[in-house]
DNA sequence: TGAAAAATAGAAAACTCATTCCATTCGGTC
DNA sequence: GACCGAATGGAATGAGTTTTCTATTTTTCA
């Protein structure tokens, strides 16, 4: 770790280097060079013995253009591509550019990752990455049903907790608002099952839990499940416990940053299910909701 | 089993067979699974060892996890990562510029805007919106000196209600993780006053409202002001009412659309303050490290 | 409660991959 | 067309990764 990569730490500034070097760089490097530009997600997944395969050169010769662009070898290279494909360390759009060439030209300091400004720069490009994938994922899933069965239901009951909590709290604020009856089970007083035994038969549970699935959060959508109430749920993957539970499953793949995880996505999955309820029910929209213009 | 379950050379195919598989495998593997399923990514780009480390079990397991499922060894599982990774999907700097032309031009074809996947498109696009206007806020704001002043704090107490209660509640179980004692100031039984007269001298109060500003909330900020303890807020503006009762104040300029208020800035922000002081807590940053390396 | 079976972690072995080095080739120059 | 220096390919070496194996722990079932 003392003075290695030379240049770059970016890949949108290696690609500049290596449009400015091109020219002295031998014909083998070129070609090297060439087929890395092309084909980026390759030079990030395989080794190097495939890559210069398919790119037609020696092994050998990659490493000597690691090297020439004053990385400590393949790995560090590679390691630039590898970025570029994970995302959130990346940079992720073009308006934000600016910003990052700004810290690269110093005109503001790279910094302490423990300054404040700098992990709020962190967890602003971790949400905008997160959203990015909450985009593709919503554009597949079913969002309509869902929201039917919610509007089926006579009341929602909230299971959320730890981490989840909060989003399952404003979603609890947001049903009420658009005037759906809605019950956060909080386990308050430890009564969390008595909480749950005042589901009506015709209520709906929705389940919000990730990654860490909150075992008294599962343990309430299977009691719910066995009871036989519709249970609805909002959750990272298909391999979570509460997805065999629910008759309808919308998954976050969320961004996560260290252990603490964005609760952007999930956050504005909820915003987008109170909204749509919201948009069917007219009474509710015409009326003036409390305390706003 | 005699028959090869391992010939899924497809990832939603081999997504099909884990959730299938997953109750008949052991509790390690199905923590391997769990980690595989919410970090495809990883799965494709690192090493088995680096792999195991993030999932947090031995490089053996998942070489028994791979076997298990069929493949001849952690190669073939990892093929069918890199084969996602790499499939017809759009480039993932493809689909950032597809976005932000889209942000840009402000205009996708009109569709029904009550459409949940328009909804959903919608709520996106403000918080990307307010996403960067954050971005700007906190270059200027002070956030050390608010870390500062939590840091001081012996215990944090937070008010927080209705539409910020969810932000409030995020921020009361951040704190908590990271050690931080934290009270949420949630008005149980109408026992605000009391639960305020609980503050200690060394204590600090985190009052957390926008727009309607809840009397409730402005109200306990200030008595709390007026006892002599230290206010800390995040609010919208300079004419907030809790503005002048704070010792410092943190401004999230609401990135509305509609008229539905985002809380994506504000629960980033608060991610924000919640790490920042983390950092400090030299035990706590010990067990969270960061991805940085 | 105890014995048998299954699962597990970790260290050592087997293997793959990346790098180095040097003999050979190539391209330019006289 | 022959010389020289740079560039190159490929085998040998070394570093790093994966797999295997076994002692130990955990779980299961009587």
Not at 32 to 58: C, K, M, T
Not at 288 to 293: N, Y
């Amino acid at each position: 770790m003392s003075e290695e990569t030379g240049s770059t730490h970016d890949y949108g500034e290696f690609v500049a280097t290596l449009l400015e070097r091109k020219p002295s760089l031998s014909r083998r490097l070129q070609q090297v060079a060439q087929y890395l530009l092309n084909n980026p997600e390759d030079a990030a997944i395989f080794s190097i013995v495939e890559i210069a395969r398919r790119a037609g050169v020696p092994p050998s010769a990659i490493t000597r253009f690691a090297k020439e662009l004053g990385f400590d070898g393949f790995a560090g290279l590679q390691a630039l591509f590898k970025q570029r494909l994970l995302g959130p360390r990346m940079s992720y759009a073009d308006r934000l550019q600016a910003v990052n060439r700004e810290v690269a030209a110093g005109s503001r300091e790279p910094g302490d990752p423990r300054d404040p400004h700098e992990v709020a720069e962190t967890f602003i490009q971790a949400a905008f990455d997160a959203l990015l994938r909450l985009r593709e994922d919503v554009a597949g899933a079913a969002l309509t049903p869902f929201v039917d069965a919610l509007q089926k239901a006579r009341a929602v009951h909230i299971a959320a907790a730890r981490g989840a909590f909060g989003v399952g709290s404003y979603t609890y604020y947001g049903l009420s608002r658009i005037g759906k009856r809605a019950f956060l089970l909080d386990n308050l007083g430890a009564m969390r099952a008595e909480q749950l035994a005042a589901m009506d038969a015709d209520d709906a549970l929705l389940v919000i839990t990730f990654d860490d699935y909150t075992p008294e959060t599962v343990e309430l959508a299977r009691k719910a499940a066995e009871a036989g109430r519709t249970v609805l749920a909002i959750t990272d993957n298909e391999l979570s416990p509460v997805a065999p539970l629910a008759s309808h499953v919308l998954y976050v793949k969320e961004g996560r940053l260290g252990h603490f995880r964005s609760q952007v996505p999930a956050m504005v999955l909820c915003q987008t299910l109170v909204m749509s309820l919201g948009y069917r029910t007219p009474e509710v929209a015409a009326r003036e909701p409390t305390r706003r213009r």
